[in-house]
Every structure is written in C-alpha cells, then in structure tokens.
C-alpha cells in the first residue's frame, strides 16, 4: 500500500500525555505545601515558650516561658515536698525523712528543659509533634543540704560509734576525730538515694514509695561531707550596723572559711582514730561591734536654731514635721528625702491650714510653715558638710536664716529637699521647736576628719520694697492709710553662697562657691479713700507717695468782725469774760501754716505723719538682715 499524503497518525504511547501530568503536579503543590507548613512548624517550635505537654518535675509548663516556668516551680514545690516523706530501712528498722528537709534545683531544671528544646532547625517540627502527641517530661533534681537527722539516728542505732568520722568547731578551731574500719553505712549512698526517690515522687505525683535499704557494711571511716561542713561552719565576714527600726546594734561577724582540700589531704593522711587540727581562716570586719559602740553618734556634725514666727498653727506645723524627722537615722550611703519623711502636706496627714507666702500675698494654705524647718536642716547639713542632693531657693527672703541663700522650699512631690550620708558612720538627725519657738536641728555622728563647713552668702545687689497705695472707697475721707496685713514687706537681693570648710584648729582648708540666689522683692500695700489722693500726696499712676501734699486753706470766721470793735460801755477795760469768747474767733487754724510752705515728699519715709506704723524703713537692710521681721506677716514663707 502506498504513503497517503496528508494524514497524520499519532505515535504509540503519545496518546493523553497533558491528563497524565495533572496528578504529579497536584502531589508537587502539596508536597511544598507540606515543606512550607513544616519549615512554619519549626520556626514556630523555636519560640521562648515550652512546647505543649511538658512537664518538669510533675508540672505542667506548657505555653510559660522560662522566666515564669521558674516561679511556677518556686511557688508550688515547696508545698509539695511539705507533703512527702522519704523512707529508708536498716537492719529491719524503719526511718523516715520528712520532706520539707529536701531541696530543688529549680533553675538548673529549667535550663534543662530549655536545652531539651534548643535542637537543629529541621528537628524543631519533629520534635513539637512528638511533645503534642507524647508530652515531654523533665526530672526536678532534690538535694539535701546535711545529713538528716533520721540518717545520723541509724547511724548511731546500726554502726559502730568509732566507724564515723566526726568533727568539732569550738573557738574557731576545727578538728577531726577520724573514724576506724568498722561496722559503718554509706551514707553518701543512702542519702542520694533518699534524694531520687523524692525526685520520683514529685515526678509521677505520688505520696509514698518503697523504702530505701541502707546497708550495714564493715569499711574504712568514710569521708565527712566537706561541703556541709563548710556551709555550716564558713560565714563571710560582716560590719556591725545600726538596725533603723529597732535602732539597736546588729553585732559584727568574724569571717570563717577553711580549705576544704588542705582538709581533706590532712584527714588521708591521719591514722585512723586521730585527731586531726584543720587551718581555720579568720577575717575580722572593718567596723566591730567594740568600734561601732564606742563611735556611734558621738559627735556634733553640724547644729543651729532659727526662731518661729506664729500663729499658733505654723507653730504646729512645724512640731508635727519635726516630729517626723526627729530620729531619723541614715547609713553610710542613705539619701535623705524631705518629702518622704515629712508629707504628705495634707490635712489628713495631720497639718493645718496656716499662712503661706505665695504670689505676692499670704494666704492660708496646709502645711504653711514646713519650708522653715527643710531650710533649718538644710543650713545644718552644710554645717556637717554633707551632700546635698536636691535643693531648690524660695522665690523671697523670708527672713527666718541667719544666712541668706540657705533657704530650702519643699512642696508635695514636686519640690523636695535630699542630702546624703557620704560619711562613714550612721548619723543621726534631731529637730524639735522649745516654748519659746526657736526651732533647733542638730546632726549626730562620727567626725573622722575634724572638718566642718561654715556657709556664708555676699551681697550682690538689692532691690528695697515700695510702699504701694491703692484706692478703696471704704477707708474714710481723711483717715491715714491702712495698711494690708497680707502683704510682707521683703527686700529684693542676690547673694553669692560659700561653704568654707574649717578644721578643727580654726584654720580654714578651703572655700567654694556653691551657687547664685536672687530674691525677689515683696511691697507692703495701703488703702486710701481716693479723695485724699492730693492730700496724702500719692502719685494714683505710680502708686507711690512722691507728690507734694496739699492741703486746703480754711476760710476766716466771719463772728470776728464784729467782735473787734467793742460797744462803747462805762468799763472801757473788757471784762474777763470777754477774753474767752474774742480768743477761738481770732486765732487762725493751725492747718493755715503747712499750706504756706509745705513739707516735700520724695519717699514714703519723708512723710511720717502718712505712714501707719512709727518707723518705717527707708533704706535697704544690712547684706545678711531682711527688710522686716517674720512677725510682718504671720506665718508667711516664701513660695517659689
């Protein structure tokens, strides 16, 4: 037969090649869908938490972290172990060791755990299934930190007594008396094996196991637990210190260590039942108790007074803060916080509303007058030479420190006074306001150096208060101003501060410059009717007494015209009775001389007749003495 041109015949085995595909490429797409899935799952594994079903030491910690796998352990093996008792026999007695004698290990559990977890990659995902389907279980390691009580019982009960070794501490000597080859129980071996058997118990939550046999074999002395013994025994050295809440002395302890090794070469080589004298090393403490006793607040670091300006309320104010730092005792090391101490300045802490100087003007407000006694304390700790941590100046001089510029204000959590005992020895604060009202602060403690500080300010410059005159329609036409009592009268001034530091000579070491303050100045106010404005001489722009006073002429009597030409009468002499009824009519007012040559008034101080008060000041006070007294305003203190 011939080739027929044109037809195409398809190949033997070519026939739905496209539909043969499909399936393999179906298992290709799940099959990377299973890759992806997986290298997730192992990504996933590879967090902080543990895996589900894991349990250390019978506990579940599935889905916790370390950190609170940990507490997990902490908070509920204790109770656990309380209600479980190992138990071991020996010689047919039985004995028994209660369970809160026994120890866990619970951080190194942990990291085990956490290393169980920390495999290659592409084992995570393995891994994490085997823990969901099977659960992953970790053992919690118990200890015994001694030989129980119950071991030493059947020691004595079921061994020779001259078999163990034994030691004695006595006037920081250790000694060993070796034991001799004897009847004797491994108690190494008895004891871990105590410890397994409680670890099994916590494991599989169960209460009770089989007992341990302890045997009874005749061998050497064993070896004395070194380890228990130095635990015991060995103590770091310690200072005495001052206990703040009993404020009783807390001995000091001598250091006690010994080489376990030397310890363990010299009991080798001792023959058996021997006494054996191990080295001790003794470290005594920097402060003893002796020291601590014979120095302790001994000396006057720093003390000084000011005196307390009423009312009645400032004055307990200032009793109830010092109350609270009264016996305050500070470590070497300890920051003082005023804030902490004393407030909060709150009616229901106990203070009273009492007179604060704030913008310008007293008001009453809780706690007035506490900024008196940080600024007292403060002006001590400088005495004392102490850090000062935090310290911020009133906006006004006050007047109530000897020196200017060791002022401290203090307000609730915002403003606070902090120093430091940067001194070796505890100190000691004591504050307290005398019947007279002379607030007094002294700081107790030890003076190591003979160095104490002399603080001292210098003037820069002041700025004296005015007398201010406001209007008021109330005050009554001609009357003298009235002074407002709510406003003090406060000088301006900067000042420089210095500690001078003096030794015990008298001799000065050294001076430095502590810091700039300026004060602000405070004016005292007047009211006056505004129809005297003229008459008292008051500029109303400026509100100052700088004008000249004028005064209105009186118009003259008009009864005195007739009564100077006398009626012709028989008695050309007038009589007596005549004279007083002639005199008033005829003497001018006195009030005609001061408007002829009136007296000028520059200042409020050239007038005294329109001040209120008798002296008034008209100059600016000496560096270290303020413009008025604290009694100007009672209670009153500078706010910054």
Known sequence: MGHVEGKRV???????????????????????????????????????????????????????????????????????????????????????????????????????????????????????????????TYDLSVGLT????????????????????????????????????????????????????????????????????????????????????????????????????????VPSVTGVDFDVENARQLLNDAAEGSDVSVPVTLTEPKVTTATLEANLFKDVLGTGSTKCAGPSARWYNIDLAASRINGVILMPGDVFSYNDHCGPYTLASGYQKAGTYQNGQSIDATAGGICQLSSTLYWVTLKAN?????????????????????????????????????????IKIEAYQDKNHNLHVTIYGTDTIGIHGEPYSVAISTVPYKNLYKPNDSIPVGSEPQRDPNYSRYNGITVDVYQKLVDANGKTVETTFLYRNTYKSSDAVYYYNPADAARLGINTETQLRTETPVTTTPSPSPSASPSATPSASPSATPSPSATPSVTPSATPTPAGTPSATPTPADTPAATPSAEPTPTPVTTAPPVFTPASSPTAGPGMEPAA
């Not at 908070?75 to 026999?89: K, N, P, Y």
């Not at 866990?104 to 969901?132: C, I, K, M, P």
């Not at 002022?407 to 120093?419: C, E, H, L």
Request: a negative charge; aromatic letters at 8%; one cysteine or more.
């Open 146 to 249: 001694g030989t129980p009580e119950a071991v030493e019982q059947a020691i004595r009960e079921c061994a020779d007594a001259e078999a163990q070794t034994t030691w004695t501490f006595t006037d920081n000597q250790l000694v060993f008396h070796k034991g001799v080859t004897g009847r004797t129980i491994d108690t190494q071996a008895l004891t871990t094996a105590l410890e397994e058997q409680v670890s099994r118990m916590l494991a599989n939550g169960s209460t009770s196991a089989d007992p341990v046999e302890a045997q009874v074999t005749t061998a050497p002395p064993a070896e004395p637990d070194f380890d228990a013994i130095q635990s015991e025994i060995c103590v770091p050295a310690a200072d005495a210190y001052l206990d703040q809440d009993s404020y009783e002395i």
């Open 10 to 136: 398809e190949p033997k085995g070519k026939k739905g090649q496209g539909k043969s595909r499909a399936p393999l490429i179906a298992a290709g797409v799940v099959v990377a869908a299973l890759a992806a899935g997986y290298v997730g799952l192992c990504a996933y594994a590879g967090g902080s938490a543990f895996w589900p079903n894991t349990t250390i030491g019978g506990m579940d910690v599935s889905g916790q972290s370390r950190e609170q796998a940990v507490n997990t352990l902490e908070q509920t093996v204790a109770q656990r172990l309380s209600g479980l008792t190992a138990r071991f026999v020996c010689e047919g007695k039985s004995y028994e060791v209660p369970g809160g004698e026994f120890t866990t290990y619970t951080e190194d559990a942990v990291s085990s755990a956490t290393q169980g977890q920390n495999v290659n990659f592409f084992l995570r995902g393995v891994r994490y299934l085997t823990s969901l389907a099977a659960g992953q």
């Open 386 to 426: 102490l850090e000062t941590v935090e310290r911020k100046q009133h906006a006004f001089n006050g007047g109530y420190m000897p020196v200017v510029g060791t002022d401290a204000t203090v307000w609730s959590d915002v403003i606070d006074f902090k120093f430091k005992n940067d001194t070796d020895y505890p």
